[in-house]
């Protein structure tokens, strides 16, 4: 393929922690109190980003947010110094300071909604930062990815940059872990295929009853809009209410697209075969094959699909034209899952390569693989006009490395958030990496 599609992953912040935050995201609910490594989960996350750069992929780093986010807690009443702030907020509700100091950033599948500019009518990569209104402590994330996003992505003529969808329950928009695209070429016009869980204004039948839907049909069409496509290229699917109240929270946790090829299990849309079809139609238009490959509910179970983030994996093009599946190390782990990805990659298919990577600290967090990448397809003059020090490299790399074990702890458990010394750790560390990457001043605290 010309062109490429890169993945910039998101880097684990220094306030990594379990506190069961994410309602509907079981492993995250699971997995509440326990005690995490916030040095750990930064440096698995790193490794895979080196692996798949060594690989010859475009590989991308986006920074953390800082946390906790004080600016909120001075906005709901809580005065005084810094320190005086984080010990009223503690005493206050220490849930409510965890979901300020929450470094759910690091999961950038939901930063944004990316649209090439191959299927743009202005000819430029657009991104619409998600507004995350499901989760209070995603919600407030939405200023700093666009400084991010904006600072990573920063010449106008490649690149065009909307600001998050209104903070209302109607626009719920939850960013690219609900958005695939499917294209020959990834430089050449393809089909958009958004994925949504509810309408957004009118309450049907076909609604989960356990889980919230966080997309909606409404949030999803104005971001193809924003995006200036072409309704012919396309597609807007509901996800299955089955499978969200089994934990499917985002499309991502069950399905996965890449090229021709999508990668999804038996129960993952409402009316699958119609979606399905419209999909082929609409590529077909374009002159290429739709290439679905479903999983079986009797092979691999929603509930098993869920426990190993089968689908929550990426999907790439190698150069050799055959695809690469990458999963977490809990995919091996489970003998029938583990027996179908054998099965998969001997069949012929697409995919004849599984690659495997131990992401426990964000795994037991509620996100794997897929989770902690943003794709981004680019040709070459728009991977060039890429902020340089955002790409990774082996001098990055080491910087990296070296700057987590200089600024990380750890142990990091919800008690420890009240720390005041965390707070200058955290800030230290941050205007470290702005200087690393390149960014110039992206955070509050450094205008």
């Known amino acids: 393929m010309s062109g490429c599609e890169a993945n910039f992953d998101g880097l684990v912040g220094p306030t990594h922690h379990y ?29 895979k980003m080196k692996a798949l750069a060594d690989l010859g992929f475009a590989q991308g780093i986006l920074p953390p947010h800082e946390r906790p986010h004080l600016s909120t807690l001075r906005k709901m009443g809580f005065g005084g110094s ?64 666009s400084a ?71 949030a999803s069409d104005a971001v193809a809009r ?19 109240d089994s934990g499917v929270f985002h499309n991502d946790v069950i399905s996965v697209s890449n090229g021709n090829v999508l990668f999804h299990h038996e129960q993952a849309f409402v009316n699958s075969g119609n979606a399905l079809e419209e999909i082929r139609r609409k590529m077909a238009a374009l002159e290429l094959d739709f290439l679905p490959v479903e999983v079986p509910q009797s092979i691999v179970s929603l509930d098993d699909a869920v426990a190993t983030y089968l689908f929550n994996s990426q999907l790439l093009t190698k150069p050799d034209g055959k695809m690469m599946l990458v999963v977490p190390e809990e995919s091996r782990q489970h003998t029938g899952v ?24 964000s795994m037991r967090n509620g996100g794997g693989p897929a989770c902690l990448r943003l794709r981004v397809a680019l040709n070459r003059n728009e991977l060039n006009a890429v902020n340089v020090a955002s790409l990774m490299s082996d001098s990055q790399f080491a910087r990296l490395n070296t700057w987590v074990d200089t600024h990380y702890r750890d142990r990091m458990q919800a008690k ?22 390149g960014l110039g001043a992206i955070y509050p605290f450094q205008r």
């Open 19 to 47: 506190a069961g935050l994410s309602f509907g995201n079981e492993a995250s609910t699971k997995n509440q109190n326990a005690v995490a490594n916030p040095r750990l989960a930064a440096k698995q996350g790193l490794l």
């Open 82 to 145: 810094d320190r005086e702030v984080l010990t009223n907020a503690q005493a206050y509700s220490p849930r409510l300071l965890s979901s300020l100091s929450s470094a759910s950033s690091m999961w950038v599948a939901n930063a944004a909604t990316v649209s090439p500019s191959a299927d743009s009518a202005d000819g430029r990569v657009h991104f619409t930062v998600a507004n995350l209104n499901n989760k209070f402590h995603r919600a407030i994330e939405a200023d700093t990815t």
């Open 148 to 218: 991010i996003l904006r600072a990573t992505f920063h010449a106008d003529k490649y690149f065009a940059h909307h600001d998050a969808l209104p903070q209302v329950a109607a626009l719920g928009d939850e960013g690219a872990a609900n958005h695939n695209r499917l294209c020959g070429e990834y430089d050449k016009p393809g089909v958009q295929v958004f994925v949504y869980g509810r309408d957004g204004l009118a309450t049907g039948e076909n609604e989960p009853v356990r889980y919230p839907a966080r997309q909606t049909r409404l």
């Open 226 to 244: 924003l995006h200036q496509l072409d309704e012919k290229r396309t597609v807007f699917i509901q996800q299955n209410p089955q499978a969200i």
């Open 338 to 361: 583990w027996a179908y990805l054998s099965a998969l990659k001997d069949s012929g298919g697409p995919v004849d390569q599984i690659e495997v990577f131990d992401l426990r600290e």
């Open 416 to 437: 420890d958030l009240a720390d005041p010394q965390l707070l200058t750790e955290v800030r230290t560390a941050l205007d470290e990496l702005t200087n690393i990457l």
